[in-house]
């Protein structure tokens, strides 16, 4: 679903109005989206589970990332701009603060083979299965 | 028309609309304003430099950058909670921007905008002379 986007917001005080009406289309055009910060999705197939998150302007190596059988925790916080004195803010929207989201995944993880990397504000953490999860085959023999 | 152009027509119309289907979304910026400059910072997550695009139009600036997408094949998509998409947002600018000389550079999913002022426009400190 496509919203035309024409932000005469410093000219139209309905604007605002109209941006949060758009904001909640868009929450709502996609009831299974879930809406925590930061947005995350999940991906997985029987080998591993791959997480992507959404997080600009957090500094790759200040995230917290644990992981404990198949619990994965994913822990940080976002920076505001530092400013200097003389500088005036005219409009900050973007959200600051800490944050923390957890997922329990289908498996239990080989915490030791897991990999996290991070580009342009998208980290992606790769979980492999344990190999002690996997399902395992038994060969019937006929007696 | 043979069954190749046929194929052809469906596939391109295809990627048409798969490309219209992408949400739209307004980005959140925070304006900042210096004594020689005004500063624009503009989340966009996965956005590649090379999807970015500013156009200045008489007085309106209009940033539109798309996200990169992912190929997941061969997984199942167990949690969603974020579709990618476009960012776009316009801004109508002051007259007093030197449109020569912006700047925008990408950090760590953030977009940054410099847009100095012209030299009429910044502030003057005026001593005052005791007669």
Same mark, same amino acid.
């Given at each position: ?16 109005? #109209? ?10 055009? #996609? ?46 916080? %976002? ?11 005219? %409009? ?8 923390? %989201? ?10 030791? #083979?897991?990999?996290?990397?991070? %580009? ?16 395992? #085959? ?6 | ?14 990627? +048409? ?18 004594? *020689? ?13 090379? *999807? ?26 167990? +949690? ?15 007259? *007093? ?29 005026? *001593?005052?002379?005791?007669?």
């Amino acid at each position: 679903m496509v919203w035309p986007v024409t932000a005469w917001w410093d000219a139209d005080p309905f604007v605002e109005m #109209q941006r949060l009406h758009r904001e909640v289309n868009r929450l709502f055009s #996609q009831a299974s989206v879930d809406t925590e910060y930061p947005a995350v999705n999940v991906w997985s197939n029987d080998h591993e589970v791959v997480l992507t998150a959404e997080i600009p302007g957090v500094d790759p190596s200040k995230v917290e990332l644990t992981v404990h059988e198949d619990h994965v925790t994913l822990k940080g916080v %976002r920076e505001g701009e530092t400013l200097n004195e003389d500088v005036t803010c005219h %409009r900050a929207e973007r959200l600051t603060g800490s944050f923390v %989201r957890s997922f329990r995944l289908p498996f239990d993880i080989s915490s030791d #083979q897991v990999t996290a990397t991070s %580009r342009n504000g998208i980290l992606t953490v790769r979980l492999p299965r344990a190999e002690a999860s996997k399902p395992k #085959q038994i060969n019937v023999t006929a007696g | 028309m043979t069954d190749k152009n046929q194929a052809i027509e469906k596939a391109s119309s295809g990627a +048409v609309r798969e490309a219209a289907r992408r949400p739209v979304y307004e980005p959140r910026v925070d304006i900042y304003e210096k004594k *020689d400059a005004l500063l624009v910072v503009m989340d966009t997550p996965g956005v590649e430099d090379k *999807d970015i695009d500013i156009q200045l139009e008489q007085d309106v600036l209009t940033i539109t950058a798309e996200q990169h997408v992912e190929s997941m094949e061969g997984f199942t998509l167990m +949690v969603r909670g974020a579709v990618p998409g476009v960012f776009k947002r316009s801004f109508t600018l002051n007259r *007093d921007i030197d449109r020569e000389r912006i700047e925008a550079n990408l950090r760590n999913g953030v977009l940054h905008l410099v847009l100095p002022k012209t030299e009429k426009a910044q502030p003057r400190r005026i *001593d005052v002379k005791a007669a």
